[in-house]
């Protein structure tokens, strides 16, 4: 379970994250949606440890920067974060020993399930930004996290990625992970979430439960075009 | 189209005022460089030589051709920017005008080169006797070489995109051409003084002046061309200013016609250059770069394994490793080699042209080569361990993510970067001994204090991102090596005490080292929680 609890992070004099508070339970896929600058990456960011902030974020119950919230929390950047000179197979490999996984196996699963077991021998630098994502997407997986957060996994990968990705989601979803995705894509996430929170100037400014067959609820498309443009779609 | 450009250049500029008043000190600081070596009226004792003078600029004019050159060749067409290829590639201009629009990075960087060169004109005026005018005449020379030698480049570049085989061709015709002048100089040289020992007698300044001066030097493409006009100039003969203007005017028309005859085809190249650009940058905004990128892009995966590494000691194994896939051995970083030779080079330059009157050892020994070595060496290391593998591992989430303690996930790094620090201050070492004539256990203990020095500058560079992340990446990147200048400086005071003091140069080197790990142990214990207190970007 991933709890946020009353996160500001400001930088300099601009307020990037005011005062947020939100769950992930376990087995569910919340999505922070919201335009450009909402405030999306910095709240990933924060989770995942990378910022200082004020507030707390906890996994599991600890406190983010606990060894063992670290170890049960996986993070897919925004850009990928590839070494130039590891090949894809090298690069998980490195992965599976920092965080000490015993199994070797899980190596060839992901690389077989991600289509990259014909780029194993390629080096960082020569993959496509879609090739990366799917190694970092590997990376972040290796140590069988109970959390994920994804900050915007869609960006360069191709439709059959994209499908391929959904799918995982909802077999993260199936093993009682909680998964948190940041994007500003609507149209690419469909009906696979469980709540979405929408970001405005830092703020959640409205979170919306994914109940289908209720007819008073407004779309995701209405409510988010409502917040971030004040008019209705 | 060119107001257009001027109109963007502008705007820029408007939008980056420190960045104009950087330029502007700059200017003034090159000013007053180029006056400095006419400052003494000859009261500095250095007589001036023609022949020296006209040799050495030739020479430089000869280097900076080939320099430009090889850079034309291979980044011709990495000069364009998503926006050049949206705006001027699919705008209503023919190819060949588009190519100039890549000639701004690289004349960015002759200008740095140049500025670089003004701030050694006290050195170029010991080593080769320069005044204020050889250095005006050497910047207006310096013009045509670069623009010429440029264009010629990017043509070939250009014609050749898609063709390596080709683009090899052309570089090994101008490194035949290169060879070919270096046999004829000698070849002449050796028949005007009879033989290797005579030539060798003259010494690094008469050899200068000589095949500096001789008709093949005079003939060299572009740059001897340029430096027959002032060589026309200063010793008042027409003849040579009339051939070098008309050589000079001759290869202009013919870069002309070359442009406007021959059809390009190169946008797909651009295109390709002009994503890497893109995707580089937005990387960097993320707080993603590489400092060695350049150095990355010619490693290939070979034979070497990854299979070592438990936890946080996986980054030290990984570390040593990528050394190995780039070098073939763990303790060798090429970036580091590379400014090793630059090093050698300049040493083997200044050692044998600079000398400190009144400041040499007792027993004739010169201190120049030390002090130029020491302080090539010295600013070189800062480059490479003060944006070292563990600088550069805070670009990347997984040395904050990875469940280990910040400081051991630090010391990981850090050690991983002791073997390459060691062989390259034994590199040094040599260095020392060969061209600056040291003894073993100088050379030594010199070594030592380069250790020292290397992991200070990499503790320095971890303390200022600690502190002075929010300056931003620019400004972070200049404080953390001036910050690192100014510490090691401090190290001169038990240096030159404890020489002065003991006579030795061994001892003064280790008093340095020692105070150096003293400070090394302050800013570690400042560093080690580096990982915890960092942000990421």
Request: charged residues 20%; neutral net charge.
């Amino acid at each position: 379970m991933l709890s946020v609890n009353g996160v500001t992070k400001k930088y300099k004099n601009f307020l990037a994250n005011d005062n947020l508070s939100f769950t992930i339970d376990n087995g569910e896929i919340g999505i922070l949606l919201g335009p450009n600058g909402a405030g999306k990456s910095t709240i990933i960011k924060s989770i995942a440890g990378l910022l200082k902030y004020s507030g707390t974020i906890e996994i599991n119950g600890l406190d983010n920067h606990d060894m063992e919230a670290k170890r049960q929390l996986g993070y897919i950047p925004e850009i990928p974060a590839l070494y130039d000179t590891l090949t894809v197979e090298e690069h998980l490999e490195f992965i599976r020993r920092a965080y000490k996984v015993e199994d070797i196996s899980v190596k060839e699963k992901l690389l077989e399930r991600f289509e990259l077991s014909d780029k194993r021998k390629k080096m960082g630098k020569e993959l496509s930004k879609g090739m990366q994502q799917k190694v970092s997407i590997c990376c972040a997986l290796i140590h069988n996290p109970s959390v994920i957060i994804f900050d915007e996994p869609m960006v360069g990968l191709d439709p059959h990625a994209i499908k391929e990705l959904k799918q995982v989601f909802q077999e993260l979803k199936a093993e009682g992970k909680s998964v948190l995705i940041s994007t500003h894509m609507i149209d690419t996430i469909e009906d696979y979430w469980d709540v979405a929170h929408i970001m405005m100037n830092g703020k959640i400014a409205a979170t919306k439960h994914n109940r289908p067959g209720n007819p008073e609820d407004k779309s995701l498309d209405e409510l988010f075009f409502e917040i971030t443009e004040g008019t209705k779609a | 189209m060119l107001s257009a450009t001027f109109y963007r250049l502008r705007k820029a500029a408007a939008k980056k005022p420190w960045m104009v008043i950087l330029v502007l000190l700059a200017l003034a600081f090159s000013c007053l460089m180029i006056a400095v070596p006419s400052m003494s009226g000859g009261a500095d004792g250095i007589e001036r030589d023609m022949s020296l003078v006209l040799g050495g600029i030739n020479i430089l004019f000869i280097v900076m051709f080939n320099f430009i050159f090889f850079t034309g060749l291979k980044n011709g067409l990495v000069g364009f920017s998503n926006a050049d290829v949206n705006f001027h590639l699919a705008g209503p201009f023919t190819q060949r005008f588009n190519l100039f629009i890549a000639a701004g990075g690289v004349f960015k960087l002759c200008i740095i080169l140049l500025w670089v060169l003004c701030c050694q004109s006290s050195v170029l005026h010991m080593s080769i006797g320069v005044n204020s005018f050889d250095i005006i005449a050497l910047l207006l020379g310096s013009v045509p070489v670069f623009a010429f030698g440029y264009f010629i480049a990017a043509f070939f570049s250009a014609c050749f995109w898609d063709n390596e085989a080709a683009i090899k061709k052309v570089q090994m015709t101008l490194i035949g051409l290169d060879v070919i002048y270096v046999v004829l100089n000698l070849k002449g040289l050796l028949d005007t003084y009879g033989s290797f020992s005579d030539l060798r007698a003259l010494g690094l300044r008469g050899i200068i002046a000589n095949a500096g001066t001789t008709t093949w030097s005079n003939l060299f493409p572009v740059a001897g061309w340029t430096n027959l006009i002032y060589s026309g100039i200063l010793l008042k003969d027409n003849m040579y200013i009339i051939a070098g203007i008309l050589l000079t005017v001759l290869t202009a028309a013919a870069i002309i016609i070359l442009y406007s005859r021959v059809d390009l085809n190169y946008y797909e190249a651009a295109i390709e250059n002009a994503q890497k650009v893109a995707d580089l940058q937005e990387a960097k905004k993320a707080g993603i770069d590489s400092d060695t990128a350049k150095v990355n892009r010619k490693i290939k995966v070979g034979k070497e394994t990854f299979n070592k590494g438990w936890g946080a000691t996986a980054f030290t194994q990984r570390h040593l490793f990528e050394n190995q896939r780039a070098s073939k051995l763990f303790f060798v970083n090429p970036l580091a080699i590379t400014y090793r030779l630059i090093t050698a080079a300049y040493m083997f330059i200044m050692g044998k042209a600079v000398t400190f009157e009144g400041m040499d050892f007792a027993g004739g020994r010169s201190i120049g080569p030390i002090i130029s070595g020491v302080t090539m060496m010295v600013i070189l290391n800062a480059i490479v361990y003060g944006g070292g593998k563990t600088v550069l591992e805070f670009n990347k989430p997984y040395i904050f993510m990875v469940p280990e303690k910040g400081s051991k996930k630090l010391f990981c790094c850090l050690m991983a970067e002791l073997p390459e620090m060691i062989f390259d201050s034994l590199l040094c070492t040599l260095l020392m001994v060969f061209f600056a004539d040291m003894t073993i256990t100088e050379g030594i203990a010199f070594g030592i204090m380069m250790v020292v020095f290397d992991m200070l500058f990499e503790l320095i560079a971890l303390v200022a991102i600690r502190i002075f992340r929010q300056l931003g990446r620019v400004l972070l990147v200049i404080t953390r090596y001036f910050a690192g200048y100014i510490i090691i400086m401090t190290t001169l005071a038990p240096m030159i005490i404890t020489t002065a003091l003991t006579g030795s140069l061994a001892a003064g080197f280790l008093a340095a080292a020692g105070y150096g790990i003293v400070l090394a142990l302050i800013f570690l214990a400042i560093a080690r929680n580096t990982v915890d207190k960092v942000e990421l970007a």
